[in-house]
């Protein structure tokens, strides 16, 4: 089953988390539609969810000027484990879509 974000999906965002998060997220995201693609396989979308709420929980302590060094730490790891495996996990979808042609 395919899911996509709807520009209704974007606003129940909004609403439930501000207008400032959901600027945030929405840069994050339209730096690369990889992302994207990533969250669209079972393990992506599970990988991926855990990972959106890590760095949810530091974003909040961010934005209302309450991190640490630890914090901010936490937050960019999380940020880089979010892009390497996007990458990964789009790497393996390329090699099964051609192993599954071939």
Not at 33 to 47: N, V
Not at 50 to 72: H, S
Request: neutral net charge; hydrophobic residues 35%.
């Amino acid at each position: 089953m395919e899911e996509k974000v709807t520009l209704n999906d974007i606003k129940t965002f909004s609403d439930n988390h501000g207008q400032q998060k959901t600027s945030k997220l929405l840069s994050v995201l339209g730096k690369n539609r990889q992302f994207i693609d990533a969250w669209e396989t079972p393990a992506g979308k599970e990988i991926l969810s855990y990972l959106l709420a890590m760095i949810d929980i530091r974003l909040d302590k961010l934005i209302n000027e309450e991190t640490d060094e630890k914090d901010r730490a936490e937050y960019r790891v999380c940020l880089e484990l979010l892009a390497n495996f996007k990458d990964k996990i789009n790497s393996h979808k390329r090699n099964f879509a051609t192993l599954k042609r071939g």
